[in-house]
């Protein structure tokens, strides 16, 4: 008889080696060590996209509890086009035996994350999932990636309707549920002048331009009132809407952040609102975006301003050069009738500087001066600007007068315009005064 192999001995359920934890092994070990290091989520998957373990030292970032997760596939999990997206990335890493990257956005608990994955390829057909939370970083790329669209639209000379546009659609597409409005203060009046408002309800936005500033006077007025930022988590419990309750719970509207725009000197330009329809408060990205968004409303209405002014200036210039070019801006009904039958018909409907030009008194004596001319207008050719023409003639360089109409050049032939020589025609046919 052989001897028998020994029995390995039963511990009893009192036995003290009952209670001792099974000792964890290499491999536990290291994945346990290699998810803290990491931080985030690691997930361990095998060809088919189910799951085999998983690990976070961040809870909240899993999609489901972990014990929702263990033992099915991803097909079972996410949806249809996130889950194909997953398992590409899983048979990819195990197809080419090295590890592939990956980023994706996911909605956590109603909030978009994005992470960064890598996956690894294992022994037994398994591939490890490390995913890291990189949400505040997309979120600034975002921000950049906008900030750099309007101020290329700014540096173009995009029309100043347009830049805003984009910049509340940006907005609008980085903070879901959102709806900016952007206000102008007219300085004059101390009113907030509506500039845009995309996504509000008309009916509302009907009655938000042309609101006074004050203390009390919503989240816009308010802040540029105050020339701080203004949170109204809460309109219907928040006394700075006591005014304006009403008509923001009638369409819905429950929350609104607004930030005044500065211009360089520190006076407030105005101020952008995110209206929600639920009670919310921001959290530090938001806060990062209300600036941001204010930073660059402020450059787009400077600029505005820079422009009108600048065309205001351009248009003064040229009425004054205009002025003192041609001094004598002969309307049509006396251009028309200047030629024979009346030469000054309109004479009396010149301004005191221009009858000046025409030795023609105040307003009594312009009929008597009508009468010389006309006499001598009858008796000569008219000229070119009683025949309403006004092109340049330019000094023959050869005999020092008459007009050449080829284009000379040279400081010696710079253009004329021939306006009408009145004193001629006052010396022809008799003194005015």
């Known amino acids: 008889m052989s001897p028998s192999r020994p029995r390995r001995a039963r511990a009893s359920p009192s036995s003290p080696k009952a209670d001792t934890p099974r000792p964890e092994s290499a491999a536990e070990i290291d994945l346990r060590a290699l998810t ?22 961040d809870t909240t970032l899993l999609y489901r509890p972990a014990a929702e997760l263990i033992g099915h596939t991803v097909h079972e999990v996410f949806p249809q086009p996130q889950a194909d997206a997953f398992l590409g990335i899983i048979r ?3 197809e080419i035996r090295q590890p592939v990257n990956y980023e994706y956005d996911l909605q956590v608990g109603g909030d978009e994350h994005w992470f960064a994955a890598t996956a690894i390829p294992m022994l037994e057909d398994q591939v490890l999932w490390i995913a890291r939370d990189i949400t505040e970083r997309r979120q600034m790329e975002n921000i950049s990636e906008d900030q750099r669209a309007i101020l290329e639209l700014i540096a173009s000379g995009s029309p100043f309707q347009q830049i805003l546009e984009t910049l509340a659609r940006a907005v609008e597409t980085r903070l879901p549920g959102a709806m900016c409005s952007i206000a102008i203060l007219d300085a ?10 995309l996504s509000l309800p008309e009916e509302f936005v009907g009655g938000l331009d042309g609101l006074p500033i004050g203390p009390q006077a919503g989240s816009c007025g308010t802040a ?14 928040d006394e700075l809407w006591a005014d304006y309750r009403e008509a923001a719970l009638a369409h819905g509207l429950r929350a609104c952040w607004s930030k005044p725009a500065f211009s360089s000197a520190g006076k407030v330009l105005g101020t952008i609102a995110f209206y929600f329809r639920e009670p919310r408060s921001p959290g530090p990205y938001e806060l990062r975006l209300i600036d941001t968004t204010a930073h660059l409303a402020s450059i787009i209405i400077q600029r505005h301003e820079a422009e009108e002014a600048e065309r205001e200036r351009v248009s003064a210039l040229q009425h004054t050069y205009l002025y003192l070019r041609f001094p004598i801006r002969w309307p049509p009904p006396f251009r028309r009738g200047h030629v024979i039958r009346w030469p000054l018909a309109g004479a009396d409907r010149l301004s005191a500087p221009q009858r000046s030009h025409l030795h ?6 312009n009929h008597r001066c009508a009468r010389h001319a006309s006499a001598s207008a009858l008796r000569r050719r008219p000229s070119r600007v009683e025949r309403g ?4 003639a330019i000094k023959d360089r050869a005999e020092g007068g008459g007009c050449d ?4 050049s040279g400081p010696a032939h710079r253009p004329r315009i021939r306006t ?12 005015c005064h």
């Open 36 to 57: 803290s290091a990491a931080g985030d989520v690691i997930l361990v998957a095998d060809y088919d996209g189910r799951f085999v373990r998983v690990s976070a030292t």
């Open 92 to 94: 990819r890493a195990l």
């Open 188 to 197: 004059e009046s101390q009113r907030l002048r509506l500039a845009l408002a």
């Open 224 to 237: 540029a009132f105050r020339g701080e930022t203004v949170i109204v988590s809460d309109i219907k419990h």
């Open 360 to 365: 023609c008194g105040p307003r009594g004596q």
């Open 389 to 392: 023409d006004y092109r340049p």
């Open 405 to 408: 109409e080829r284009g000379l």
């Open 420 to 431: 009408a020589n009145v004193d001629s025609v006052s010396r022809s046919g008799g003194d």
